[in-house]
């Protein structure tokens, strides 16, 4: 599973979306994206609500704490969105020791409230964990001994005896609709294979639950046959990283192909370069390093897998030997070449490419 963070107002979509396909349930929330593009004259006709009610608006970063940093603005109208927006558009913030400018914000109805609820799934390789609390909100953390949690393993079906226990104690004449919409979202969290998703807050408005604040986290390896229910989902790096242009050219193969190529520089000046075949077999080769004490020293994280063709394979090594052989400093260095069981995949195919990439790149091993 590769866990991939996606921004609130994509979580808020596709649960809006398919809540109501898979247990009709109606949610109220409306959201707006804003980025440098954006127009708001054009964003006003789209979504008119925006020019008809007052307004909250926040960074879309992948980043918490937002309300704590100050980063929050409540009961806005558009023109003042449009300002507060204006004024902090590409201005660089730091966040738990990441620094990067804010490129993305969500807009919302601003929603009056009293009570906070907090709600979050979790899953693991042996099954969900589902967490609720009637103590949600900027003070979740101090408050998690109010959290109720349960597991449901892999093979057991959500009901509404499991969700029993976290809503035993809420008022009568809300217990059933929290346990109806608990048990909702979980059927969105599976359908749409999620791996996290967390609000927190949501409220009941007009006895009705309404998500205020979301994070959620899907499975891209599941994306091959969700295409048509994710829509045009986006994986932003995380707050704070940007790609090297090594890593640039290579997400830029990975999205021309149907294979799966991924490299990440870890250590630029590394010693130990690895270009390992399958997600397994590549985490194992970097856990190993790791393990016999040379962490400090991994230059890289790359697997390739899904049958890339020679000449991919090709393009892909060339980039590898190029990081792991660059600045000699005269100290000895290493390239790990191996991989897992091929299911599908051509290794003749992709060791030919790979042994072309070493051939052309043969000076570059002798002036290390």
């Keep these: 599973m590769a866990r991939k963070k996606i921004r ?178 979980f059927a969105v969290f599976q359908d749409l294979d999620f791996s996290f998703l967390e609000m927190n807050p949501f409220t009941l408005v007009d006895g009705e639950p309404y998500p205020l604040d979301m994070r959620g986290e899907l499975d891209d390896t599941a994306a091959f046959k969700n295409f048509n229910k994710w829509g045009d989902i986006e994986f932003p790096l995380p707050f704070g990283r940007v790609l090297s242009p090594t890593e640039s050219f290579i997400h830029g193969l990975d999205e021309k192909t149907s294979a799966s190529l991924k490299f990440t520089v870890l250590n630029p000046k590394g010693r130990i370069w690895t270009m390992v075949a399958g997600g397994g077999a590549s985490v194992i080769y970097a856990d190993t390093v790791g393990d016999l004490g040379y962490a400090s020293e991994l230059g890289n994280y790359a697997e390739y897998s899904g049958a890339p063709n020679e000449e991919e394979v090709l393009q892909y090594a060339r980039v590898v030997i190029d990081c792991a052989t660059a600045d000699p400093d005269g100290r000895k260095r290493a390239l790990l070449i191996g991989g897992g069981i091929a299911n599908f995949t051509d290794v003749a195919a992709t060791f030919s490419g790979i042994i072309r990439a070493l051939r052309e790149k043969v000076r570059s091993f002798n002036s290390c």
Excluded at 40 to 53: R, V
Excluded at 109 to 116: L, N
Aim: hydrophobic share 40%; proline share 4%; aromatic share 8%.
């Design 8 to 185: 609130e107002y994509d979580s808020k979509r596709l649960l809006k979306e398919h809540l109501k396909r898979l247990a009709n349930i109606n949610l109220q929330i409306r959201s707006a994206q804003v980025t440098e593009a954006t127009d708001f004259t054009e964003l006003t006709n789209q979504e008119a609500w925006l020019s008809s009610t007052k307004l909250v608006v926040k960074p879309d970063m992948l980043f918490g704490k937002r309300g704590k940093s100050g980063l929050v603005a409540l009961k806005l109208d558009l023109a003042e969105v449009a300002e507060f927006v204006k004024a902090r558009l590409g201005s660089e913030v730091e966040m738990g020791g990441c620094k990067a400018p804010i490129t993305t914000f969500i807009v919302e109805p601003f929603v009056p409230h009293d009570q906070e609820y907090y709600l979050s799934v979790v899953s693991d390789r042996l099954g969900c964990t589902i967490s609720f609390s009637e103590c949600g909100g900027i003070e979740i953390e101090e408050n998690w001994d109010k959290v109720k949690t349960v597991f449901l393993p892999a093979e057991k079906p959500m009901t509404l005896e499991v969700c029993a226990p976290l809503i035993a104690t809420l008022p009568l004449e809300v217990r059933g609709k929290i346990g109806s919409f608990i048990m909702g979202v």
